[in-house]
C-alpha cells in the first residue's frame, strides 16, 4: 500500500526513545527521511548504533535557542521538512496541588506546552512551503 510517506521529510521531538522512537522507525520502514531531537545524549548515542538511518541532534524542546539550532540542523540535513512529529512531553508531578513543588510545575509546562509551541512556530511556514511544492 502506498501512504504517500515516501521521501516526506520527517522531524521528531523526543525521538531516541519511547513512543517518538517508534514513530521514527515507523516513518523509516516506509521510505521517509527521519531527524529526531532527545535531550538524553545516552539515548542518542545509542540510537546512532542501533538506527544510524535516523540523523539526530541533541536538543532541549523549552530551550527556544535549542530548538532553533534543531531546525538549522534538521533543515541543512533533510533539505527541508513536511512533517513535524511534536511528541515531546513529560508526565510531570501528579499529588495535591499544595504538595507539588512549583519548579516541577514550571518544568512541565515548559516542556509540554512551549516546547510545542517552540518547534510549531518554526515549523508552520518550511511544512506550509513544502505542500505548495509537492502540489
Ligand atoms: N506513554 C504513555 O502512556 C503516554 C500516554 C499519553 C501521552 N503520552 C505522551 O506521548 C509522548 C511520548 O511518551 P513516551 O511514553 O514515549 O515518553 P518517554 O518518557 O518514554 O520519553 C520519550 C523521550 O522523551 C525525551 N525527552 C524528555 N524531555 C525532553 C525534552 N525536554 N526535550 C526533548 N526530548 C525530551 C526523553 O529523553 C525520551 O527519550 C509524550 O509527550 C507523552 O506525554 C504518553
Request: charged share 25%; net charge positive; glycine share 8%.
Amino acid at each position: 500500500m502506498n501512504l504517500g510517506i515516501r521521501n516526506l521529510r520527517v522531524l521528531v521531538t523526543a525521538g531516541a526513545g519511547g513512543i517518538g522512537l517508534e514513530i521514527a522507525r515507523a516513518f523509516v520502514a516506509e521510505g521517509a527521511r527521519v531527524h529526531v531531537c532527545d535531550v538524553d545524549a545516552k539515548a542518542l548515542r545509542a540510537l546512532a548504533k542501533s538506527d544510524p538511518k535516523i540523523t539526530q541532534s541533541k536538543c532541549d524542546v523549552s530551550d527556544r535557542k535549542q530548538v532553533a539550532r534543531l531546525f538549522k540542523d534538521a533543515l541543512a540535513t533533510l533539505k527541508g521538512l513536511d512533517v513535524l512529529v511534536n511528541n515531546a512531553g513529560i508526565a510531570g508531578p501528579t499529588g495535591k496541588v499544595d504538595a507539588i513543588a512549583p519548579e516541577e510545575w514550571d518544568r512541565c509546562l515548559a516542556i509540554d506546552i512551549t516546547g510545542q509551541f517552540n518547534c510549531t512556530r518554526l515549523a508552520v511556514r518550511i511544512c506550509a512551503r513544502a505542500r505548495t511544492l509537492r502540489s
